[in-house]
């Protein structure tokens, strides 16, 4: 398939692929999002085949204004009002009942629609020409990491979609933060760039009741907890301390070091990536992984934060592409 690459000035043509039945990538502040009409059954089976997604696997809804969230979405617990009121538009997925209209591949037979409401001004200019609810994950190939920048999207998603609306850098790097609801009371399903600190705050309630304990049997509420998710080519290894690194159990590697801090002393030949805090380490995790395994690095070792605000959501990444 021949993929037309689209400046960002041109949001119009890459929104009439989507009216076509197209498949559209777009940038967001969080990641660059692969596009279909919501509301077109076909399109949105493309979605499935050009990742290579497993079919239990639901879309995120974008829309960019309240008569496009009406149409895909039923009566909203309480809570979700509150937090579409403080957080949107913005990094947050809420996972609310399903508009009746909305058709089932979207997601993926559940009763609920993820949707978001993103705050990129192209993202935005892109869903308002479109002019429909538009289903979109995240633009990788399943299981690799998500493209933040319109190099890694290129690799990635060229031949596979119709458009690729050029953009900048994501502003976030992480995808957005996904919260459902049991009995009415918020659970983060998928934490992100919203912290447990920020929604707690919110809705006066403490991080801990925002735990989400998944069932011990039956379908997971979030099919995607499932899946191995966001990794590199290299293998992946953690460290909170650059002193637990053994040099003799990595010396037959090109190692790629991620870290945050100050730059350590390290052996001739690796390639070192430091970041002045946790929000630029997040940022930058996937371009990272992209300028490692191109370099040819064939292990990654990435320093772990502090599971708390920002840095839950990049611990969640990182384990998930360790394997761990
Ligand atoms: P992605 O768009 O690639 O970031 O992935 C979307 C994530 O949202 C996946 O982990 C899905 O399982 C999750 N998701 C989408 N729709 C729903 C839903 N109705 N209920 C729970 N999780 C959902
Ligand atoms: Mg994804």
Same mark, same amino acid.
């Given at each position: 398939?021949?993929?037309?690459?689209? $400046?960002?000035?041109?949001?119009?043509?890459?929104?009439?692929?989507?009216?076509?039945? %197209?498949?559209?990538?777009? #940038?967001?502040?969080?990641?660059? @999002?692969?596009?279909?009409?919501?509301?077109?059954?076909?399109?949105?089976?493309?979605?499935?085949?050009?990742?290579?997604?497993?079919?239990?696997?639901?879309?995120?809804?974008?829309?960019?204004?309240?008569?496009?969230?009406?149409?895909?979405?039923?009566?909203?617990? #309480?809570?979700?009002?509150?937090?579409?009121?403080?957080?949107? #538009? %913005?990094?947050?997925?809420?996972?609310?009942?399903? !508009?009746?209209?909305? $058709?089932?591949?979207?997601?993926?037979? &559940?009763?609920?629609?993820?949707? *978001?409401?993103?705050?990129?001004?192209?993202?935005?200019?892109?869903?308002?020409?479109?002019?429909?609810? =538009?289903?979109?994950?995240? +633009? !990788? =190939?399943? @299981?690799?990491?998500?493209?933040?920048?319109?190099?890694?999207?290129? %690799? +990635?998603?060229?031949? *596979?979609?119709?458009?690729?609306?050029?953009?900048?850098?994501?502003?976030?790097?992480?995808?957005?933060?996904?919260?459902?609801? =049991?009995? @009415? *009371?918020?659970?983060?399903?998928?934490?992100?760039?919203?912290?447990?600190?920020?929604?707690?705050?919110?809705?006066?309630?403490?991080?801990?009741?925002?735990?989400?304990? $998944? #069932?011990?049997?039956?379908?997971?509420?979030?099919?995607?907890?499932?899946?191995?998710?966001?990794? $590199?080519?290299?293998?992946?290894?953690?460290? *909170?301390?650059?002193?637990?690194?053994?040099?003799?159990?990595?010396?037959?590697?090109?190692? %790629?070091?991620? &870290?945050?801090?100050?730059?350590?002393?390290?052996?001739?030949?690796?390639?070192?990536?430091?970041f002045d805090d946790w929000k630029t380490?997040?940022?930058?995790?996937?371009?990272?992984?992209?300028?490692?395994?191109?370099?040819?690095?064939?292990?990654?070792?990435?320093?772990?934060?502090?599971?708390?605000?920002?840095?839950?959501?990049?611990? !969640?990444?990182?384990?998930?592409?360790?394997?761990?």
């Amino acid at each position: 398939m021949k993929t037309q690459l689209i $400046p960002t000035e041109q949001v119009k043509e890459a929104a009439a692929f989507i009216k076509k039945g %197209g498949l559209v990538v777009f #940038p967001t502040e969080t990641v660059y @999002g692969l596009g279909a009409s919501a509301f077109n059954p076909v399109a949105c089976a493309r979605i499935y085949t050009a990742k290579g997604r497993p079919s239990d696997n639901p879309l995120i809804v974008h829309v960019s204004n309240e008569a496009q969230f009406s149409e895909v979405t039923g009566l909203l617990p #309480p809570e979700a009002v509150a937090l579409k009121k403080a957080f949107w #538009p %913005g990094p947050l997925s809420l996972v609310v009942p399903k !508009n009746e209209n909305l $058709p089932e591949i979207v997601t993926a037979g &559940l009763p609920t629609v993820a949707v *978001r409401w993103p705050q990129s001004p192209v993202a935005q200019a892109f869903l308002e020409s479109c002019g429909v609810p =538009v289903a979109a994950p995240s +633009a !990788n =190939v399943s @299981g690799a990491p998500s493209p933040t920048t319109f190099e890694m999207v290129k %690799g +990635a998603m060229l031949g *596979r979609v119709d458009a690729i609306l050029a953009g900048e850098d994501c502003a976030e790097g992480l995808e957005s933060t996904i919260v459902g609801f =049991v009995e @009415g *009371r918020a659970k983060i399903l998928r934490p992100g760039s919203i912290t447990p600190e920020q929604i707690s705050a919110v809705l006066g309630c403490t991080p801990a009741d925002l735990v989400y304990q $998944p #069932p011990t049997e039956g379908r997971p509420v979030s099919p995607g907890l499932k899946y191995t998710h966001y990794k $590199p080519d290299a293998t992946v290894k953690l460290f *909170r301390s650059f002193s637990e690194i053994k040099l003799e159990e990595v010396h037959d590697h090109k190692v %790629g070091l991620l &870290l945050r801090g100050d730059a350590p002393t390290v052996p001739e030949g690796w390639e070192v990536l430091v970041f002045d805090d946790w929000k630029t380490y997040g940022k930058s995790l996937y371009s990272s992984f992209f300028d490692l395994d191109r370099v040819g690095c064939t292990l990654i070792l990435a320093q772990l934060p502090e599971e708390t605000g920002i840095g839950l959501a990049i611990a !969640n990444r990182l384990k998930k592409a360790a394997g761990v």
